[in-house]
T-cell receptor, first 113, second 110 residues
């Protein structure tokens, strides 16, 4: 079974630039999560989708971050414009339902300079 | 105070030692996860438990719901066990938001 795919693996951008991350969850998984993990900290939930609807985006900085899952499968997370403090690993995870075990992708390591 | 507290934050052990990592939480939960994160960022789910004890190979996870505490044990530790171990709790109610601990960085020395 293919796992959660994320791309790119690494990205370096200058502050005020824009960046987008892509996630392809495990086939059939209804729930998709985006997490931000700053170095030395545990992951923080940015947004949770149930199919193509947003369940929780309370910690998403909506002035600069946006995410979509238009067809209820793939998802993109965008940052526009990026700040230095956005440097982190962005993890995507998926699960069959909101009450089941989640499977994580390898993450995208973003460095903002 | 964080909803999920892990201890210790850093742990160095000799190969073969028995290792315990602790997790305490302050909210009502429906499940607790133990995750392993290797350098490079990939996260692997080790256990999801809501009561009692689970065992997989050299790994054992226990949870005491009344005391809001869980432990992850590694028997006969090996250098390949070196990783960050993260405790995450799934809150009860609603869409069961997941909150993560900061992680315990384990280094097993040969």
């Amino acid at each position: 079974e293919a796992g959660v795919a994320q791309s790119p693996r690494y990205k370096i951008i200058e502050k005020r630039q824009s960046v987008a991350f892509w996630c392809n969850p495990i086939s059939g998984h209804a729930t998709l999560y985006w997490y931000q993990q700053i170095l030395g900290q545990g992951p923080k939930l940015l947004i949770q989708f149930q199919n193509n609807g947003v369940v929780d985006d309370s910690q998403l900085p909506k002035d600069r971050f946006s995410a979509e899952r238009l067809k209820g499968v793939d998802s993109t997370l965008k940052i526009q414009p990026a700040k230095l403090e956005d440097s982190a690993v962005y993890l995507c995870a998926s699960s069959p339902g909101w009450n089941t075990e989640a499977f994580f992708g390898q993450g995208t390591r973003l460095t903002v300079v | 105070k964080n909803e999920v507290e892990q201890s210790p934050q850093n742990l160095t052990a000799q190969e073969g030692e028995f290792i315990t990592i602790n997790c305490s939480y302050s909210v009502g939960i429906s499940a607790l996860h133990w995750l392993q994160q290797h350098p490079g960022g990939g996260i692997v789910s080790l256990f999801m438990l809501s009561s009692g004890k689970k065992k997989h190979g050299r790994l054992i996870a226990t949870i005491n719901i009344q005391e809001k505490h869980s432990s992850l044990h590694i028997t006969a530790s090996h250098p390949r066990d070196s990783a960050v171990y993260i405790c995450a709790v799934r809150r009860s109610g609603g869409y069961q938001k997941v909150t993560f601990g900061i992680g315990t960085k384990l280094q097993v020395i040969p």
